[in-house]
């Protein structure tokens, strides 16, 4: 079978945002508008097709990334009543609630482009900042999408001022909104200066006009500054400006075009996607100004490690490549068994044929090929360059491995996600659930990279950890509903790391003989505090074989054993660089074992002269609340031992930024509800590991506080 659309009309893009901006209901009017879907789903009505899920429908967030493929050709061009349509766009919606970000880290590590969407009333929230941190790790170019513009207090103007104040100083607006609040009626295009307003049941109908006479001098302004920036992308166009030469409509898109895929400008739209208003828009610039796959080889080449020679490799973006793709996403599906999501970057692979995970260093064969439509499935025959898709059938391939032809083997780089931040014990109700559980929890591990499951050695009690309280609720939920596992579950407990503020260095020392063959294992160890967040660092510094590298991975194993114990009070010790430099070994008596023992002994003897000290997850918590309760509510905060970082209005209400130990955070909707009548919300995330007080720390590992 051929491919149907080129590798330059393909566009794999996501939908990002901070919780409640309007991504999803973004997603399902292109789902409407592509064709794809026949009845727009609405989130407040627990319809959306791409929230699929049960807890998703009831708490009307999105948990869960959902990928779907829709077609496209743009609303101004002659051929849009054409089939086929020109563009084939794979979509992933993903969730804004950050105790669900590894689905946003993991979609965005496989996307090429972004369109971030914010509510035109808030502007900039809290994980609107998240997301784009996390898509400039990625190099993501992104466009913006103000939405909600009919809401009561929306302003274009305070939303792009925001953009370009806390994101990026190159957001450039290619709409104006015409109307705001219950007067929005659409949009002026500045790239081909019409007023383009949204008629019919479903916003179908794209009717062009003039614009409007109060608005003409504004739209000019601004599209001359749309015109400069778009001209400073390309010498060829920044020639033309300068000599006072008009751009085409077409020069203007490839000079917005350029300055999108390098970073140096962020094409801003605007809407209000509930009142089915300029998402057709949208889709135009997704296939204007996002990058297709090939558009990419420079700025983000696909590079990765040959495991058998330790080289790095390239691939390019094209069928006749090596096959290479990237395992993102694992998901637990009721009708076919486990579903392994994947991002082809190179090559072709066929139903029925065989695969090579190059990160587990296993052959894996390929029982069938799924596009994904959310929750609907449809079978395919082969996958090329640009697709995402899934796979049925993987027995060993989890998230962030590489699949390749074994014998051009590559391994690309995996996403990274953040640690755990709250845990919970949780037991079976039954001996029937005991059973189930494990594997259970198993499963639900294996599907998301930031929930951990671990038994503690002393109470033997099962222990699990996530990003937040919602998180974990979810995972329980799914464990009743989809598993029919009942538990019961403790009280949320802090995640609580330890970590050393001064260099130590330690001997470790094992030798042990009684008869026959004894054990000898001998090193010498630094200590070195990392800075914040750096995690884990172990150098190998053994020089002239004085101990045999045979035994070298065995110490990293025993350090990483003793690190995850800790020694003040049993937490896990965080941001440490170890360095194996010295020690000595015998003939005989040697031995793996007793190397990761002695490893061991010299990290727990040398931790406790380091002055080891507690850290505790500090929360990025946004509170808005009504004015006259500004004073009770910013009174509370400061005795959670809140640092305030700024206040803003926005209607009526008061905004507080500030940050705030996880510890002091159980239970603040309740308390936040009774002082507000209410009226008060908050958002809350994680942001950094910060060195707990002394006298709470005292509490803390002498037990009395939890």
């Known amino acids: 079978m051929a491919r149907q659309y080129s590798l330059e009309k393909t566009r794999d893009i996501g939908i ?47 948990i869960t990334a959902a990928a779907t493929t829709c077609f496209w050709t743009q609303t101004y061009s002659k051929n849009f009543k054409q089939e086929p349509k020109e ?16 689905e946003v ?13 914010f509510d035109g009333v808030a502007g900039v929230e809290p994980q609107s900042e998240t997301v784009w941190r996390q898509a400039d790790g990625y190099k993501v170019p992104r466009l913006c999408f103000i939405n909600k513009l009919d809401r009561l207090g929306a302003s274009f103007e305070s939303s792009l001022a925001s953009i370009n104040e806390r994101l990026t100083p190159n957001a450039v607006p290619i709409h104006l909104n015409i109307g705001l609040e219950d007067q929005f009626e659409g949009v002026i295009d500045l790239i081909r200066m019409k007023a383009i ?32 920036k778009a001209a400073e992308q390309d010498d060829a166009l920044l020639e033309k400006y300068l000599v ?35 998402v057709q828009l949208v889709l135009d610039a997704v296939v204007d100004f996002l990058p297709s796959p090939l558009d990419l080889t420079e700025s983000k080449p696909i590079k990765g490690i040959n495991p058998r020679a330790n080289t790095e490799v390239t691939r390019q973006p094209q069928d006749s490549e090596p096959f290479t793709a990237l395992a993102f996403k694992v998901a637990a599906d009721p009708f076919v068994g486990t579903l392994v999501y994947f991002r082809v970057y190179a090559g072709t692979l066929k139903k029925g044929s065989y695969t090579y995970n190059a990160t587990k260093n296993e052959q894996e064969r390929v029982g069938r090929i799924l596009r994904m439509h959310a929750n609907h499935r449809e079978d395919v025959e082969q996958v090329y360059t640009g ?67 671990k038994t503690d050695e002393d109470t033997l009690e099962t222990i699990i950890a996530g990003m937040g309280e919602l998180h974990l609720d979810v995972l329980v939920d799914r464990m009743r509903r989809e598993f029919n596992v009942a538990v019961n579950v403790g009280r949320p407990q802090v995640a609580y790391r330890e970590t050393i503020k001064k260099p130590v260095e330690q001997e470790g020392k094992y030798i042990h003989q009684s008869g026959g063959r004894g054990q000898y294992g001998h090193v010498w160890l630094k200590l070195a505090p990392l800075e914040r967040g750096k995690g884990f660092e172990f150098v190998n510094a053994i020089k002239g074989g004085i101990i045999p590298q045979s035994y070298i991975p065995a110490v990293e194993k025993g350090v990483k054993e003793a690190m995850g114990k800790g020694v003040l009070a049993g937490f896990p010790i965080v941001d440490m660089q170890v360095t194996l430099y010295d020690g000595s070994y015998h003939e005989v008596d040697s031995s793996e074992a007793a190397f990761k023992i002695a490893g061991s002994i010299a990290l727990q003897e040398g931790a406790k002269k380091a002055d080891v000290v507690l850290l505790e997850p500090i929360m990025k918590v946004e509170v808005i609340v009504p004015d006259r309760f500004l004073g009770d509510v910013t009174g509370d905060l400061s005795s959670k031992r809140a640092k305030i970082e700024r206040m803003g209005e926005r209607i009526n209400l008061k905004v507080i930024d500030s940050f705030v130990p996880l510890a002091e955070m159980f239970g603040y909707a309740t308390k936040l509800r009774s002082m507000t009548e209410g009226r008060g919300t908050f958002t809350m995330e994680f942001d950094h590991y910060e060195e707990v007080p002394r006298h709470i720390a005292d509490l803390i590992v002498s037990g009395k506080k939890a």
């Open 387 to 453: 697709d995402i898709a899934a796979l049925v059938g993987m027995k060993a391939t989890t998230t962030g491995d590489t699949l390749c032809d074994e014998d051009k083997q590559i391994i690309l780089e995996k996403p990274i996600f953040p640690e755990p931040v709250i845990s919970m014990k949780v037991e079976p109700k039954t001996k029937a659930d005991q059973e189930k559980m494990s594997i259970v929890l198993h499963k639900l591990q294996e599907e998301d990279p930031t929930f951990r499951v």
């Open 87 to 102: 563009y084939r766009i794979n979509l992933i919606d993903t969730p804004g609630h950050i105790d669900f970000t590894a």
């Open 244 to 278: 006072n030469k008009e751009l085409t409509e077409d020069e203007i898109r490839m000079g917005l075009r350029k300055g999108c895929l390098s970073y140096s400008l962020v094409p801003v739209l605007c809407g209000a996607a509930l009142r089915n208003k300029g």
């Open 197 to 228: 307003r949204f008629e019919g049941e479903k916003g179908e109908q794209i009717i062009e006009g003039e614009i409007p006479e109060n608005l003409k001098t504004k739209a000019q302004n601004m599209r001359s500054h749309m015109i400069e």
């Open 16 to 62: 990002i945002a901070h919780i409640d901006a309007g991504k999803t209901t973004v997603s399902e009017r292109i789902l409407y508008y592509t064709g794809i879907s026949h009845k727009i789903g609405e989130v407040h009505e627990g319809e959306a097709i791409m929230d699929w899920m049960v807890q998703e429908r009831e708490r009307g967030i999105t």
């Open 105 to 117: 880290q993991r979609s965005l590590r496989v996307l090429d482009g972004a369109v971030v969407v």
